[in-house]
């Protein structure tokens, strides 16, 4: 072949292999598929230099850039400062939590933004009056300070502050911010109490706290009884603890009836709270709701009638019945009778207590309205009736 023409074709295939290469297409990266990024056409892939070579870098920063301002605009926004900091030296501040632990004699300083500020500390501080507790109003804010403070100033601080608007003011008590604050005590791991003893009462309509209240929050405490010595079970439902206030009994109950103690254990250190005497009240649920009945709305003079009122209730609640009826005006003297028996309605047993006034030979004087009080724990309960006393009817005489 002539050298020429051999030349010639060795120069097309070259052509042809260069050709393919370029037009073969671009496969997507592992790592760019798993960020779901769009992989450029054939058409946009440009040499290094060539006109348009920043374009894939140029969109690539405008994604970053729109993708940013979303994040910005999902983000939640900062809340509100709050009013109540800890001051921790000169122009330092600290935002105060739920809670705050601090040691005790290291003193607590506050600051509680507002014009009108009020403060609420644990009650015996502000009985204390001028001393350790000191508080100090600004144009802007208040300050409070407590010098030398010990295991007694646990508890919880607040503050909250008025806000007006012309010449009307209103409290900002809705706003008030608080934080609880443990001084703690190595010598004293529960709040000191004034008594060694103190009676509880157990109502069995109602929840009962055991202020058993500790100086450190990492402190370990159950409840026991004394007599025989054992552990009361907590389980969060009949009985609670919370570290702020103390045990909690939800559900009281006789059996829970005598002498209770917390107990404090932190490191090597356990002790006793004030001894707790509990006594069991059965209390109603509510106050009573009587009827009224009388033997009879009409009778006539000379006759004798009766009128009963009933409470429905629960088993062993003690009733107490007050009567107002006509005949007091009269002077005469109240004749009842009480009962309480058992009764079962509706597939439970109630206790059916009643009263029954009784009215012998009805005078005109007393017809009106009977009034009957029903009065348990809980309250008292009113039911009224109305009798008609009516002359005898005029017999006519036989005739002749």
Not at 80 to 91: D, K, N, P, Y
Not at 194 to 215: D, G, W
Request: aromatic share 8%; charged share 20%.
């Amino acid at each position: 072949m002539d050298p020429r023409a051999l030349c010639f074709l060795s120069c097309y295939l070259l052509l042809c292999v260069i050709s393919a290469e370029i037009q073969e297409p671009v496969s997507i990266p592992k790592a760019q598929k798993k960020r779901g990024l769009k992989a450029a056409s054939a058409g946009e892939v440009n040499l290094s230099g060539a006109p348009g070579a920043r374009k894939t870098k140029l969109d690539r920063s405008q994604k970053s850039l729109r993708m940013k301002l979303s994040l910005e605009a999902a983000a939640p926004q900062p809340l509100a400062s709050s009013i109540l900091t800890q001051v921790l030296g000169r122009g330092r501040f600290r935002t105060v939590g739920d809670s705050l632990s601090l040691r005790a004699g290291e003193p607590l300083e506050l600051r509680c933004r507002g014009k009108v500020v009020h403060w609420r500390v644990p009650k015996y501080l502000e009985e204390e009056g001028e001393g350790r507790l000191r508080i100090k109003h600004f144009s802007q804010h208040s300050r409070l300070q407590l010098m030398n403070p010990t295991g007694a100033d646990t508890g919880e601080y607040s503050c909250w502050a008025r806000h007006c608007q012309d010449t009307a003011c209103v409290e900002g008590e809705d706003r008030q911010e608080k934080t609880f604050i443990f001084f703690t005590d190595p010598e004293e791991l529960f709040v000191p109490t004034e008594n060694y003893y103190e009676v509880v009462q157990l109502r069995s309509h109602q929840s009962v706290l055991l202020p058993c209240q500790v100086t450190n929050p990492l402190a370990q405490v159950t409840l026991h009884r004394e007599f025989p010595p054992e552990e009361v079970p907590v389980d969060g439902t009949d009985i609670s603890f919370d570290v702020k206030k103390g045990f909690t009994i939800h559900r009281p109950r006789a059996s829970l009836a005598g002498s209770l103690f917390c107990l404090a254990s932190l490191g090597g250190m356990r002790q006793i709270s004030t001894k707790y005497m509990l006594i069991y009240i059965n209390y109603p649920s509510s106050s009573p709701k009587p009827t009224i009945q009388a033997s009879a709305t009409s009778v006539q003079l000379g006759e004798n009638f009766s009128v009963t009122c009933t409470v429905l209730g629960e088993l062993e609640i003690a009733v107490d019945f007050s009567w107002e009826y006509p005949g007091q005006k009269l002077g005469r003297p109240l004749y009842t009778n009480e009962q309480a028996d058992l009764v079962r309605r509706e597939g439970q047993v109630q206790q059916k207590a009643a009263s029954t006034l009784y009215v012998e030979e009805a005078r005109a004087g007393d017809a009106g309205v009977y009034t009957c009080r029903a009065t348990n724990l809980q309250g008292t309960g009113t039911a009224t009736t109305h009798v008609r006393v009516t002359q005898s009817p005029h017999v006519s005489p036989p005739p002749p």
